[in-house]
């Protein structure tokens, strides 16, 4: 069993930044693919970002690229997800996933956090 715990939610205007942290415990994290995900009132839950065990490959959806990061330290048994010129389409719940296997299909992903909220004001 793993257990995640998201943070760093909140309400940010446009163009600005917030980092979100996921805190994990039960089974070994360093052996585990990370993951973050959103969902949007109305939409389906949606990939952001992943990054392996090592934490040496990192994918990214498109929408997110290059105004987004994520890490990992598993020193510490967490993942971050640096958000950076936010945008008002960015508002959603952002859930932090893990699972063995290196995927973005979010029906892969067997640990889940409770979610944190992101609202972006434009």
């Known amino acids: 069993q793993v257990q995640l715990v998201e943070s760093g939610g909140g309400l940010v205007q446009a163009g600005g930044s917030l980092r979100l942290s996921c805190a994990a415990s039960g089974r070994t994290f360093s052996r585990l693919t990370m993951a973050w995900f959103r969902q949007a009132p109305g939409k389906e839950r949606e990939f952001v970002s992943l990054?392996?065990?090592?934490?040496?490959?990192?994918q990214y959806a498109e929408s997110v690229k290059g105004r987004f990061t994520i890490s990992r330290d598993n020193a510490k048994n967490t993942v971050y997800l640096q958000m950076n010129s936010l945008k008002y389409e960015d508002t959603a719940v952002y859930y932090c996933?893990?699972?063995?296997?290196?995927?973005?299909?979010?029906?892969?992903?067997?640990?889940w956090g409770q979610g944190t909220q992101v609202t972006v004001s434009s």
């Open positions: 996933a893990a699972e063995v296997l290196f995927t973005t299909n979010r029906n892969d992903y067997d640990y």
């Open positions: 990054i392996s065990w090592s934490g040496g490959s990192t």
